[in-house]
């Protein structure tokens, strides 16, 4: 017997694109909106007597799964998201003891894994769970969000191919031992000199934790090509999409006491960035935490004049964009300090 409680989402990495597997990687979500778009087309040949579109003129055009499901930061279970967002460049290595940092960097060749992804949804009633099975889908970006005095959140965004609906449910499991991160574990560094992560060591920044940023949020949109619904697809994407140019962006929320992003803003100042979730209440081995940290060597602000509130508070909307300033390897990177032996 299920309640609306027991929905499920799993996921699985394909060998091959449009291959459905098995799933046996599960997330507790939050939300999710992945979903199964059909096209269908209407003849529009005329003729005698038709006062009305004929429904056997109508036909199915065009087919495609997309959609998303947003989690909250943990202790356990991102490796492989992260990876499938950035491209399968992800890295494990033991620290110490049962400690592992896992290193991602965005990919720099097509195509992204593509993976089956199938959502239990239950009924009202307390029937069986309904699996929907979606296969070849490709992870074009991800979205985190950094809520004051909340947990912070990964929203992973997905385009694929196929829905198959009589797939058997799979059996749903889940890391033991997981922790939640929150806005108490965050800090957020901006400006200093960046110093990026390695396999064993987390990134950092020679500038001090801002204390007057309120919350944050980022962007990171792989540029996938929204093509490839080509003559044998049956209507349905053959290829993977396609990686185009990158777009990453964020805003940040800032209590007005200082001039210093303002003027960075105003003189177009290379600016790095570290945001770092880690929980220090609970350790894995010896002095490793549970972490999560992204590191960007240089972005720009898209600032505004901070604005008097009224007598309240003045806060600042500061927008970013980050950019390759082709003296780090690369532009972006997501360390995670986890309990997980491999990724």
């Known amino acids: 017997m299920t309640t609306q409680l027991d929905a499920q989402i799993g996921y699985k990495k394909e060998s091959a694109f449009g291959t459905p597997v098995t799933v046996d990687s599960f997330v507790e979500f939050i939300a999710e909106d992945l979903d199964y778009a059909i096209t269908f087309a209407q003849g529009a040949g005329m003729r005698v007597g038709q006062r ?14 997309s959609g998303s499901f947003t989690v909250e930061v943990q202790s356990k279970g991102h490796g492989k998201l ?26 720099t060749t097509d195509y992204l894994d593509s993976y089956t992804i199938q959502k239990g949804v239950p009924p009202l009633g307390g029937a069986s769970t309904f699996p929907m099975t979606l296969d070849g889908m490709v992870c074009s970006g991800f979205e985190i969000a950094g809520i004051n005095a909340g947990i912070p959140t990964l929203k992973f965004n997905w385009m694929g191919r196929n829905l198959a609906t009589a797939t058997s449910l799979a059996t749903a499991s889940y890391p033991a031992s997981v ?32 204390a007057n940023i309120r919350d944050f949020s980022l962007t990171y949109d792989n540029g996938l090509d929204s093509n490839g ?36 803003w105003i003189a177009g100042t290379d600016l790095g960035l570290v945001i770092t979730f880690q929980n220090t209440a609970t350790a894995i081995s010896g002095a490793n935490y549970p972490t999560f940290q992204i590191t960007i060597p240089v972005l720009r602000l898209d600032g505004e004049l901070p604005k008097v509130n009224g007598g309240d508070v003045v806060t600042q909307t500061v927008p970013f964009t980050v950019l390759d300033g082709r003296s780090a390897t690369h532009p972006f990177y997501v360390a995670i300090v986890t309990a997980e032996t491999a990724i």
């Open 52 to 65: 009305i579109d004929y429904s056997d003129r109508r036909v199915k055009v065009k087919e495609e799964a």
């Open 82 to 107: 992260i990876e499938a967002a950035l491209g399968g460049t992800g890295t494990s290595t033991l620290i110490a003891g049962s400690s592992y940092q896992q290193l991602f960097t965005p990919t």
């Open 179 to 210: 922790t939640e991160m929150s806005f108490i574990h965050g800090s957020l560094t901006v400006g200093g000199t960046i110093t990026v992560p390695t396999t064993t060591a987390l990134g950092s920044s020679s500038g001090s934790a801002s």
């Open 229 to 264: 619904f080509n003559f044998g697809g049956l209507g349905k994407r053959s290829r993977k999409p396609a990686l185009g140019k990158r777009k990453i962006t964020g805003s940040l929320t800032v209590e007005y006491d200082s001039n210093t992003l303002r003027d960075a």
